[in-house]
């Protein structure tokens, strides 16, 4: 095959260039009427601009979808509270919240022993106290201070028992 020299390859690149550049500038001007007056758009160039900006809307809208912006929660929340704290605490709460966020479902776990949170398919528990596994991520939420409680009749027929005294009933 013959080398062609580079001054000719130069006049043939500028030659391709300034033709697709005209053949371009050709499809711009069949979308657009000029007069000495004003520039305007014909049927054809109104219908590519109209197509255009629906594929920009498009992708446009498929970015939010795929970030997650402006969409509205949904899907499965699996939350594993102990019984009593689930029936006191939680439940009152859990009615608000499917009133503002109506494509959630809410699945209860209420169990008052340690069970494993991945095979529960958990997304949230609730424990009172240190985390049994400590691989776990905790976030203290609150504190419970404990409280103990008796009827006038067994302080009456047992006593009351002093701090430090660890042979009575409260220990």
């Known amino acids: 095959m013959a080398r062609i020299p580079t001054q000719r390859r130069f006049r043939i690149n500028r030659f ?31 219908a590519y601009v109209a197509a255009a900006r629906r594929i920009l809307d498009q992708v446009h809208d498929q970015e939010r ?17 102990p ?21 959630i479902s809410i699945k209860l776990l209420q169990s008052d022993r340690n069970v494993d949170l991945v095979d529960m398919h958990a997304d949230l528990a609730i424990r009172i106290g240190e985390p049994a596994d400590s691989s776990m991520i905790a976030t203290r939420v609150g504190l419970l201070r404990p409280v103990i409680c008796a009827s006038p009749a067994f302080l009456e ?15």
């Open 16 to 46: 391709l260039d300034s033709y697709a550049f005209y053949c371009s500038a050709m499809r711009l001007t069949a979308a657009l009427t000029r007069t000495t007056r004003k520039l305007t758009l014909t049927d054809a160039g109104a």
């Open 65 to 81: 979808e795929a970030t997650g912006e402006f969409t509205s929660p949904r899907g499965d929340l699996v939350i594993v509270p």
């Open 83 to 103: 019984v009593q704290f689930g029936r006191l605490h939680v439940l009152p709460i859990i009615n608000e919240f499917l009133s503002l966020f109506p494509d």
């Open 157 to 171: 027929k047992y006593g009351m028992n002093r701090p430090g005294n660890r042979g009575g009933w409260l220990v």
